[in-house]
């Protein structure tokens, strides 16, 4: 079985039933934060920390850094999203939602946000800002077709089914 830095052997990223599955994290130099969590049973996403202060100005964008790398497992993918909270109140958003984390990425996680609100916004350090959500990807073999298989929707889109 191959091993990954820090000791981890691949098969220690597999999957374990229903329970999920260890995720390795190294704390990066000067990381006093604590370790991405859930912050409630049930919750799909791991609260992740801003690991620096700054203040982003309305229309700006930051690559807001968390202080961690991760070694996703071979077959999953991260995707990092705001935190609700500070989307609904202050504009803030990931604009390309949902960031990616490919598998094989070991360096800082960092995530990409957007103030889309009216006034600058202070992210402090500490601050659980944005959230980790692990998936699974579905690898395809792309394969070129003169017709594509009919459905039932056809061509129609945006907008295409009404609002009722």
Same mark, same amino acid.
């Given at each position: 079985?191959?091993? #990954?830095?820090?000791? @981890?052997?691949? %098969?220690? #990223?597999?999957?374990?039933?229903?329970?999920?599955?260890?995720? &390795?994290?190294?704390?990066? &130099?000067?990381?006093?934060?604590?370790?991405?969590?859930?912050?409630?049973?049930?919750?799909? *996403?791991? !609260?992740?920390? %801003?690991?620096?202060?700054?203040?982003?100005?309305?229309?700006?964008?930051?690559?807001?850094? @968390?202080?961690?790398? #991760?070694?996703?497992?071979?077959?999953?993918?991260?995707?990092?999203?705001?935190?609700? *909270?500070?989307?609904?109140?202050? *504009?803030?958003?990931?604009?390309? %939602?949902?960031? @990616?984390? !490919?598998? &094989?990425?070991?360096? +800082?996680?960092?995530?990409?946000? $957007?103030?889309? /609100?009216?006034?600058?916004?202070?992210?402090?350090?500490?601050?659980?800002?944005?959230?980790?959500?692990?998936? &699974?990807?579905?690898?395809?073999?792309?394969?070129? $077709?003169?017709?594509?298989?009919?459905?039932?929707?056809? +061509?129609?889109?945006?907008?295409? @089914? /009404?609002?009722?």
């Amino acid at each position: 079985m191959p091993e #990954l830095s820090g000791g @981890t052997a691949a %098969a220690d #990223l597999q999957p374990r039933g229903e329970r999920g599955f260890e995720l &390795p994290f190294r704390r990066l &130099p000067g990381n006093d934060l604590p370790l991405p969590a859930y912050a409630h049973r049930g919750d799909s *996403g791991l !609260d992740l920390h %801003a690991a620096e202060d700054l203040e982003i100005q309305p229309g700006a964008r930051a690559a807001v850094a @968390t202080g961690f790398a #991760l070694a996703i497992p071979d077959g999953y993918e991260g995707q990092v999203r705001m935190r609700s *909270g500070l989307a609904l109140r202050h *504009g803030l958003a990931v604009p390309n %939602a949902p960031g @990616t984390i !490919d598998s &094989p990425f070991r360096g +800082e996680l960092k995530v990409i946000v $957007v103030n889309l /609100g009216e006034e600058p916004v202070r992210i402090e350090r500490g601050m659980r800002f944005a959230q980790l959500v692990i998936a &699974p990807v579905a690898r395809v073999r792309p394969r070129e $077709v003169a017709e594509l298989p009919p459905s039932e929707r056809g +061509e129609g889109g945006f907008g295409h @089914t /009404g609002l009722r």
